[in-house]
């Protein structure tokens, strides 16, 4: 399984997330994807996973 990341990565959690990505075989960081590519990215995947920072995001019950 190969498990690729796109995006900005936060400050406060760079660091972390940089050094944990080096111990999970098959995890990469690609960066931030170049405007209007997403269509192409998505179709290179099977899955994609849409993260979120808003705590109620993804809930709609609470």
């Keep these: 399984m190969t498990c690729d990341f796109f995006g ?32 192409q990215l998505i179709a290179n995947y099977d899955v994609l996973v849409l993260p979120t920072y808003f705590e109620t995001e993804g809930h709609p019950v609470f």
């Design 8 to 39: 900005p990565i936060h400050d406060e959690v760079r660091d972390e997330f940089l050094s944990s990505l080096k111990l999970i075989p098959g995890a990469r960081y690609c960066g931030v994807a170049e405007a209007g590519t997403g269509p």
